[in-house]
């Protein structure tokens, strides 16, 4: 079993940054491919970025490509979510994710196995 715990989130303004982090504990994750969902009140977990099981190739969502950074240090078992430029829309809760098996990255919430028990995330205008 793995478990993730993820820290990081709060209130800032819009145009500010954020770094979320994400500790997995149980198991290392070293051959995971992560990723980090979000999910807004009132709407479905949608895809943030994600990264394969070596954190060389990563995917963005494109509302977040070009802001977002997503960063995966295995010797600290930790996947990072750098984000910058916030704007009112990215408010929502932000989900950790990590597969059981290795592999390049995925963008389905059902393929991942491990879940965060989420950070809020509130961008004021």
């Known amino acids: 079993q793995v478990q993730l715990v993820e820290s990081g989130g709060g209130l800032v303004q819009a145009g500010g940054s954020l770094k979320l982090s994400c500790a997995a504990s149980?198991?290392?994750?070293?051959?995971?491919?992560v990723a980090w969902f979000r999910q807004a009140p009132g709407k479905e977990r949608d895809i943030v970025a994600a990264?394969?099981?070596?954190?060389?190739?990563?995917y963005y969502a494109d509302d977040v490509k070009g802001r977002f950074t997503i960063s995966k240090d295995n010797a600290k078992n930790t996947v990072y979510l750098q984000m910058n430029n916030l704007k009112p829309e990215d408010t929502a809760v932000y989900y950790c994710?990590?597969?059981?098996?290795?592999?390049?990255?995925?963008?389905?919430?059902?393929?991942?196995?491990?879940w965060g028990q989420g950070t809020q995330v509130t961008v004021s205008s």
């Open positions: 994710a990590a597969r059981r098996s290795s592999g390049g990255y995925y963008l389905a919430s059902l393929q991942y196995d491990y």
């Open positions: 149980g198991r290392t994750f070293s051959s995971s491919p």
């Open positions: 990264t394969n099981w070596s954190g060389v190739s990563r």
